[in-house]
């Protein structure tokens, strides 16, 4: 697993923008509330839950790979990506 700062991650909107911070309010990233850019919530939101998500595909790689490991099967394939992306320095 990467060293990332340990979730779950919380959102706090604040009057400039939304933070995430983890359980003792260290800030991982700030996001700001720009006029106009609706996907900045939509930003901030996935950041907050990037712990869980990253987590959760682990989890449910661990018990696929059990199962099969398909080369050619494009959802595994893209699921695998996206841990190593996430977990890859």
Do not use: F
């Not at 340990?6 to 933070?19: A, K, R, V, Y």
């Not at 911070?21 to 990037?50: F, H, K, M």
């Amino acid at each position: 697993m990467s060293a990332h700062t340990p979730g779950p991650w919380s959102l706090e909107l604040t009057h400039d923008g939304w933070i995430v911070t983890d359980g003792d309010l260290y800030q991982i990233c700030r996001v700001p509330n720009i006029s106009g850019l609706p996907c900045n919530e939509a930003n901030a939101r996935l950041n907050a839950a990037a712990p869980e998500l990253l987590a959760a595909l682990v989890d449910l790689m661990d018990e696929l790979g059990a199962l099969t490991r398909d080369p050619h099967n494009e959802a595994e394939a893209n699921a695998r990506a996206a841990i190593a992306k996430a977990t890859t320095p």
